[in-house]
């Protein structure tokens, strides 16, 4: 009878994992994750018995569950593509916030995305864009790639016939350490199909995507 509904168990907690996270070839083990920062606090010196030590390590991995929720391919946003309604122009959405953390410091990098796109035949839900980009910076992230893959993603996905996505960003990594380079701007670029071919196209773009 134990082992019935042991098995049991732990089918409904597979399935439900399939329902909330995507398919369960990705679990990040939090137990885990809290038992190691509960050693890293010690070692930077918080003694035992504190609250800090008890519930830390907890809360950190719970947070890592969301800010790190990128790295479970069954996060990938779902594309909503519409019939193009015959626009052959240049779409652009600004200053999309995003947050982040560095591969190499696991500290933030947060700032702004903006990408212009011009569609083939089918157009992306406009909400897409900002939910493209949270799952792309959910993971142990550099800026380069963070900008190359939302843009590779739309150009794929959409099938549109340009892509040119700006991120500009603060690093933690570079202002609270080493260099403390405070307010430094990061900027990064990824262009794609026309906008690479076409100055005229590209200029137009950027200026949709940086004025006012
Ligand atoms: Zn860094």
Same mark, same amino acid.
């Given at each position: 009878m134990h082992t019935y509904f042991r098995a049991q168990n732990i089918f409904t907690k597979?399935?439900?994992?399939?329902f909330i996270h995507g398919?369960?070839?990705y679990s990040m083990d939090e137990?885990?994750?809290?038992?190691l920062f509960r050693e890293v606090l010690k070692e930077i010196g918080i003694e035992e018995n504190t609250e800090v030590l008890k519930n830390t390590p907890k809360r950190i991995a719970k947070s890592y569950k969301e800010i790190f929720a990128g790295m479970d391919d069954g996060n990938e946003p779902k594309i909503?593509?519409?019939k193009n309604p015959g626009y052959n122009d240049i779409l652009a959405v600004k200053d999309i916030p995003f947050y982040s953390m560095c591969e190499h410091h696991l500290l933030p990098f947060f700032g702004k995305v903006s990408i212009a796109y011009i569609p083939g035949d089918e157009i992306l +839900?406009?909400?897409?864009f900002p939910r493209i980009t949270k799952f792309f910076a959910a993971k142990p992230q550099v800026q380069e790639r963070l900008t190359k893959e939302i843009a590779d993603f739309i150009s794929e996905k959409v099938?549109?016939? +340009?892509?040119l996505v700006i991120i500009k960003a603060r690093h933690m990594c570079m202002e609270m350490r080493g260099i403390k380079s405070i307010n430094a701007e990061?900027?990064?670029s990824a262009i794609r199909g026309v906008f690479k071919e076409s100055k005229e196209t590209r200029e137009?773009?950027?200026?949709?995507?940086?004025e006012d």
């Open positions: 597979q399935i439900k994992q399939i398919f369960p070839n137990d885990k994750i809290e038992a909503t593509l519409f +839900g406009l909400s897409k099938k549109a016939k +340009g892509v990061t900027r990064s137009e773009a950027l200026k949709l995507l940086l």
